[in-house]
């Protein structure tokens, strides 16, 4: 059966073979144009959003992470960091900046035990106020020592200026190198680039090592091997008298760079020579300048930049993503995606953290992640909103014949709209209204009035039914059939489909208390209405009946007949509610049960108990009855039988019932056979 949400075509139409085939096939061809445009739009959003300051920002902080996750070690034979530090303070008991001669001091002990070359990351761009001091430190300075020189940049509302700050002239006479330690910060003030100027710090050390320079790639990053103080550190101090502070051969062919290296500026005037870097996120340290020029010459010196992916890469890349994401929910989307949506996620950074590691390539993962995640969950997205747009067409046509239950169940499986059915245990409801017959005629003359007079009628009646848990199969006129257990599953189904009978008839003293007062303002006599309401408990067959134009959810079964039954024969009995003999057996102990008969049903051998329930009945008056339908069933009950007038007092409900059980119990002489009365 196809359910059509859409404006119903030709009848000749619905009627070809192929209808539903050509649908299906126009939905899935919708369905993957949309899909392949979500595909195109997600990659230009990624791609234009990697453009965005605050994009390139959240790359730079994966790189961060990345590059020093698992770091690699620190290179062989790398520079050895004499630090400027808060001990040399205390020791040497100077004021910053210290006396150059001092320094010359410095570079002659590193040299004399061994330094192939000596860098120091100190600024002399003024003449010393001391008398010699300049003249002590040209002296000791030469080929194999580097000093610092700056960059400043300037911006002005007039202009930009650029001011380099180079050592004194008479420093670098006898052939010291000039080496700009600037460096350049990305837009959050974190240092991530290799420096690209031809005579950096860190490659004129390599120059005064005799070692190559390379060529820099444009965008080199750095790679970090680890955080602050990382490097071979000793302090200045101990440098100026290595031999009393040091293990022998600390310097020996070895790269030595003096700097500031304290948690505060030495001055004032100086600043803070530290940066944050990739390592200040993990160690919440900002890092030395003399340690940045040493990891820098290393990145130099062995190649371990990181080159960045271009743009267009990235941009390759996420197609790609937006490519697989397309494929991966090309059929459809369910619990699927998401597992697929996380699995990518995961390859993709765990792609990129090998491909740094490993390649030394940085290929950040936002951007391919965004795009398969934009193209899966838009995707999920609309799948799901034409899902709930079928579940709301599904409830629509359906809310009208079912009960909420099973159309929330149609809603959420759609598959369940086929025949077929499943043997069940049910309790079955069938009630009735008293002399409908009578009524109609009486109210021949308005049609309409019927009509409203029967949905006030079945509106508390249908109510009582849902507010029980039931299942409404049908209206039979004036008729109500309705069952528990099914489609949802329910232990106490004969409970509640017996104390519903019972709320059924509550609900007609309230109806008849309704149509009273109107009655009394109208001037017009009330209708009193009265109702029968069988209950039987049986396997039954449940599910889809009908054809493949229309069916129901129903039920059938031979306690399906029996249930009818019983509501015909409360008229017999003169009880409002009849139950079977296996609904009985599951209430025993639970409701004030009352045996009435046994009723053989036409085409059945076996005759089956039937019982009433009278909930205010004095216990008592219960066991009296009990004990006298007990004798009624075994033949040993008598017409005469004094108990007979008592339970008349006792269960005036019952008295058309006990003056019935009289008349059949007078024309035998002596004790009467058990008989069953054919019924159906």
Request: proline share 8%.
């Amino acid at each position: 059966m196809a359910l059509i949400l859409e404006p119903r075509p030709p009848r000749w139409w619905q009627r070809w073979p192929g209808t539903a085939r050509l649908k299906r096939a126009d939905e899935r061809a919708r369905r993957r144009r949309g899909l392949l445009l979500l595909v195109l739009a997600a990659s230009a959003a990624v791609s234009l959003l990697s453009f965005a300051p605050a994009f390139r920002l959240a790359e730079a902080r994966l790189f961060d992470y990345a590059s020093t996750m698992s770091a690699p070690p620190l290179p062989e034979d790398g520079p050895v960091v004499v630090a400027i530090d808060e001990p040399s303070f205390a020791e040497l008991g100077l004021q910053w900046p210290w006396p150059r001669d001092l320094h010359a001091q410095l570079v002659e002990r590193v040299r004399a035990a061994g330094a192939k070359a000596i860098g120091l990351d100190i600024i002399f761009a003024e003449p010393s106020a001391l008398p010699g001091a300049d003249a002590a430190l040209a002296a000791s300075v030469g080929p194999d020592t580097v000093l610092a020189g700056d960059l400043t940049f300037i911006r002005t509302p007039q202009a930009d200026q650029t001011i380099r700050t180079d050592p004194l002239p008479e420093l670098t006479a006898n052939g010291a190198r000039n080496g700009l330690a600037s460096v350049t910060l990305d837009g959050d003030g974190t240092l991530r680039q290799v420096p690209r100027f031809p005579d950096g710090f860190a490659a004129e050390l390599l120059r005064a090592a005799d070692e190559p320079v390379p060529e820099l790639p444009p965008g080199a990053l750095i790679q970090t091997f680890g955080p602050h103080r990382t490097y071979p550190t000793v302090s200045y101090y101990q440098a100026l008298d290595p031999e009393n502070f040091l293990p022998p051969g600390i310097f020996r062919d070895r790269v030595v760079l003096v700097g500031v290296s304290t948690q505060s500026a030495p001055s004032a005037e100086s600043g803070a020579d530290a940066f944050p870097t990739s390592q200040t996120p993990r160690s919440g340290r900002l890092m030395a300048g003399v340690e940045l020029q040493a990891t820098i010459y290393d990145n130099l010196r062995t190649g371990a930049w990181i080159l960045p992916l271009p743009v267009w890469g990235s941009i390759a890349i996420a197609l790609l993503a937006a490519l697989l994401a397309g494929a991966a929910v090309w059929r459809g989307t369910g619990w699927k995606t998401l597992a697929w949506g996380v699995s990518a996620v995961l390859f993709v950074v765990l792609g990129s953290f090998l491909l740094l590691r490993f390649g030394r390539v940085w290929a950040p993962p936002l951007a391919p992640a965004l795009a398969f995640l934009l193209v899966a969950g838009g995707q999920g997205g609309r799948d799901y909103a034409s899902e709930r747009k079928l579940r709301r067409g599904i409830t629509r046509a359906f809310s009208q014949y079912l009960s909420p239950v099973l159309v929330q169940r149609l809603a959420d499986d759609p598959t369940l709209l086929k025949l077929g059915g499943e043997t069940r245990t049910l309790s079955i409801l069938f009630s009735d209204v008293r002399g409908f017959t009578t009524i109609a005629e009486r109210m021949k003359g308005d049609p309409q009035g019927l009509t409203r007079l029967m949905n006030r009628l079945l509106n508390p009646l249908s109510q009582v039914v849902l507010d029980g848990g039931g299942t409404i199969d049908k209206y039979i006129g004036d008729a109500v059939m309705a069952f528990w257990n099914a489609p949802l599953d329910d232990a106490n189904h004969a409970l509640h489909a017996v104390e519903t009978a019972l709320a059924m008839n509550g609900a007609m003293e309230r109806l008849n208390a309704e149509l009273a007062a109107e009655g009394a303002e109208t001037g017009v006599e009330p209708l009193t209405l009265r109702i029968g309401v069988g209950v039987n408990t049986g396997d039954c067959v449940v599910g889809n009946m009908g054809s493949d134009m229309r069916f129901d959810y129903s039920a059938l079964g031979d306690a399906v007949n029996l249930a009818a039954r019983l509501e015909g024969e409360t008229k017999r009995f003169d009880v409002p509610v009849l139950i079977g003999e296996n609904t009985a057996k599951r209430l025993e102990g639970r409701l004030p049960l009352l045996a009435l008969d046994r009723i053989l049903v036409k085409g059945k051998t076996e005759p089956v108990a039937v019982y009433t329930i009278l909930p205010e009945a004095e216990a008592e008056a219960v066991a009296l009855h009990r004990a006298v339908a007990g004798d009624f069933f075994a033949g040993s009950l008598r017409a005469d039988d004094t108990r007979l007038s008592l339970l008349e007092a006792r269960l005036p409900a019952l008295r058309l019932y006990y003056t019935g059980l009289r008349e059949r119990l007078a024309p035998s002489e002596g004790p009467a056979e058990p008989r069953a009365v054919v019924v159906g």
